[in-house]
């Protein structure tokens, strides 16, 4: 049984920072594609930021120079650091890991951008 289990969200100010963490258990994260996902109210699930794991990241067009995905094959956890936050990015964030074809979700947390 795979569990990811997101830590990190909060209120924050626009132009303020929150690192969000995702810590998988189980034996595939390092085996495992890693993502982070968002979704607003009233739009679609969207893919914010991923990490392969040799290390490769791809971002989203609209956090790419303000977002920041990192890995921890030690820890099993996969981080997102965000900075400069904007009103915009308020959403739940999700972590998804792709292990072989197999996708796996985590509950979500909650970030708020908003003064």
């Known amino acids: 049984q795979v569990h990811l289990v997101e830590s990190g969200g909060g209120l924050v100010q626009p132009g303020g920072s929150l690192r969000l963490s995702c810590a998988a258990s189980?034996?595939?994260?390092?085996?495992?594609?890693m993502c982070w996902y968002r979704q607003a109210p009233g739009k679609q699930r969207e893919l914010v930021a991923r990490?392969?794991?040799?290390?490769?990241?791809n971002y989203a067009d609209s956090v790419k120079g303000r977002f920041t995905i990192s890995r921890d094959n030690v820890k099993n956890t996969v981080y997102l650091q965000m900075n400069s936050l904007k009103p915009e990015d308020t959403a739940v964030y999700y972590c998804?890991?792709?292990?072989?074809?197999?996708?796996?979700w985590g509950q979500g947390t909650q970030v708020t951008v908003s003064s």
């Open positions: 998804h890991a792709i292990y072989y074809g197999i996708n796996y």
């Open positions: 990490v392969t794991t040799g290390g490769t990241t």
């Open positions: 189980g034996s595939i994260f390092s085996n495992a594609l």
